[in-house]
């Protein structure tokens, strides 16, 4: 986990390079939380977020054509751009996205639906390619990142103004916002835009770099910062190197912006690859018509429409060798 300082586009906070063991199951969503999804929780609760409340500032921060500044009125239905249903929800802070998650643990008890720690984002955004700075290689910008995930890239220089000095990827993925989840080809792990789309939140607090950061896949919850919690992957506002596998963020709870969402997991099981068989009983006893369960691999699903999840025996040490590579030039405005 992390990303040595010889890796191009490295930052100091991705070090120390280090080894993760993830001795459990879990299940993460197979997509990013869409604005359905969202919306149902927001008609079932009445909740508002925070960007409709105002707090700590001012609607959602979003670009006006020449600065990132939070903007009254914008909020999730509302970000700066059209979205559909099945688009990633935005202007959710951490909060929000935590409010959601109970909500969902009250409907489904037991199930212990969360954010993903930054371990295991990491772990299943890289996918089994664990010494390439993207899952597509190392080639940046390149029409492959198009082919593979939503970045700022010709298509958004086409369509927001002001970008000037935006690194943007010298290809077009195709869409300037947020693209319909799933838009993007699915990793070896059948998970879709852990690269771009949305920044998602994970559950840790921030730290610097590395040092002393548990091994064992759990959130890092103690030391470092105690305010500001991860992001992870990049988005359609992000540059080519953003979009790295190693690329972290950190930012208030509060905070929000109309890149940023989230993402759910939970654990399955300690018994490695095993449901247990009060959540087999679970899944048979579900309501029909109440599971949304589009084209998992395994048997897992959800009693209520949430995202999509994808069951993988995620036993396994995520490393990440020396190996690097020298990268072709980049296709990369300056
Ligand atoms: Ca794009
Ligand atoms: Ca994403």
């Known amino acids: 986990m992390g990303s040595l300082s010889s ?3 490295h930052y100091a906070d991705e070090g120390p390079v280090r080894y993760v063991r993830i001795g459990y199951t879990f299940e993460v969503g197979r997509h990013e939380v869409t604005r359905r999804e969202f919306g149902r929780f927001v008609a079932a609760t009445g909740y508002r977020t925070e960007a409709e409340r105002d707090v700590g500032a001012q609607g959602c921060r979003t670009w006006s054509g020449s600065k990132w500044e939070y903007t009254a009125g914008r909020y999730w239905r509302s970000p ?6 099945d688009h990633p929800v935005v202007c959710v802070s951490w909060n ?15 199930r212990g639906y969360r954010l ?6 990491e772990y299943v955004a890289r996918a089994g390619r664990g010494s390439t700075r993207y899952p597509w290689g190392n080639d940046e910008g ?4 198009c082919a593979w995930a939503n970045g700022v ?5 086409e369509r927001i103004e002001g970008l000037g000095a935006w690194k943007v990827a ?3 993925d195709g869409h300037a916002y947020t693209a319909p989840v799933g838009s993007f080809p699915a990793n070896t792990f059948g998970l879709h835009d852990l690269q771009g789309n949305v920044r998602e939140w994970v559950q840790d607090v921030w730290h610097d770099n590395y040092a002393g950061a548990p091994s ?3 959130a890092w919850m103690t030391g470092g910062d105690q305010s500001p919690r991860v992001l992870r992957g990049g988005s359609w506002a992000h540059a080519p190197r953003n979009l790295r596998s190693a690329n972290r963020n950190g930012n208030t709870p509060d905070s929000r912006s109309n890149f940023t969402g989230f993402r759910i997991a939970r654990t399955l099981d300690v018994h490695e690859g095993k449901r247990s068989q009060a959540d087999r009983d679970q899944v048979t006893a579900q309501p029909e018509g109440q599971a949304l369960l589009k084209g998992a691999t395994s048997g897992a699903q959800a009693l209520l429409e949430v995202p999509a999840l994808t069951a993988r025996v995620i036993d396994q040490t995520a490393t990440l060798d020396a190996a690097q590579r020298k990268r072709s030039p980049v296709g990369v405005l300056p």
Not at 98 to 108: G, I
């Open 153 to 157: 890239d010709a298509a958004a220089r």
């Open 170 to 172: 010298n290809c077009s």
């Open 216 to 218: 064992d896949g759990s």
């Open 80 to 85: 700066g751009f059209e979205q559909g249903e």
């Open 142 to 145: 390149s029409e492959e990142q």
């Open 96 to 110: 929000d996205a935590q409010a959601y998650l109970k909500w969902m643990n009250e409907r489904v008890s037991g």
């Open 7 to 9: 890796e191009d586009g």
């Open 116 to 121: 993903l720690s930054e371990a295991e984002w």
